[in-house]
């Protein structure tokens, strides 16, 4: 690569601002280490970029122990950067079973060499939605917040070094070197497959419940905030009533952006807190509007 300095993309997925922060942190991290860094949310489908960079990073939350389904779906419309090379890493906040491993072995069936992973942990917002807001758990975010940080920062020494050590070999021009020997597949997690196999049926059955049990009650002023904002575009604001379609990927935005907190899941999330990122400053309408 020379003297150009290397350039990455991080693409990612936010439901509730955990995994926006990651990535927003993470840029900051590589730009400082002299690593042009850009970031883009996934769902703007922006893919087309991607082949103008050396290193594409891919961030997601972990949803039942794996990486979204619409992001999965998407996959084969991702175009590859410069070296075919792609870094993952997730957030979560219970525990991130075998997400990385699938998708990084998702990845490379669609052609990408997997090069690296981390995981963050973060606080559970789909739980929090159901807290009282003086709940105890919700000042113990702080320190998952802080364990967080340290994360991230490995996460940056961990691509400055792939970035110095691999990227320059997978380069097109290269010669003599096998990508299989840099790929990087996570371990498999032997206990988290029996815990997958039983806790995923059991979130899929929570799942359809839950989507089914969205809706705006009195206090909501059609805004539409909601509407903007929603990735799967499952939601309709009228002059009569907010609608909530059947596309949801249950990313639990919408409840936790409302302004007037109108939009609840049965009546469990009536009163109960609201979780605008790990600084109460995620704005997904600021950033789809840039």
Known sequence: MGHTPASV????????GNTHFAAKKLSEHLNKHGIRC???PFELGKFDTIKNYDLLIL???VYAYSMPEFMKNSINKLQKPKTGAVYIFSTYALHPGNALRKSAKLLKNSGFIPIGYGKVKMPGSDGMLFLKKESPYIKKS????SSGFNSIEKIAIDIKEIVKEKLPNLHRGSSGINSNELEIIPPISLPSIFIEALIIPIFKIIERKAKK???ADEKCNRCGICEKICP????TVTKEKV???GRCYLCLRCIHQCPQEAIQIGKATVGKYRYRGPFQDFNPLKILSN
């Not at 993309?9 to 509730?16: A, C, D, K, P, Q």
């Not at 799967?232 to 939601?235: D, F, G, P, T, V």
Request: aromatic residues 22%; proline residues 4%; without cysteine.
């Open 213 to 215: 049990r969205f809706y």
């Open 243 to 245: 609608i909530f379609d």
């Open 9 to 16: 993309l991080i693409l990612y997925f936010s439901g509730t």
């Open 142 to 145: 702080k320190k998952i917040i």
């Open 59 to 61: 961030g997601f939350p």
């Open 232 to 235: 799967s575009k499952n939601i």
């Open 38 to 40: 850009d970031i883009a």
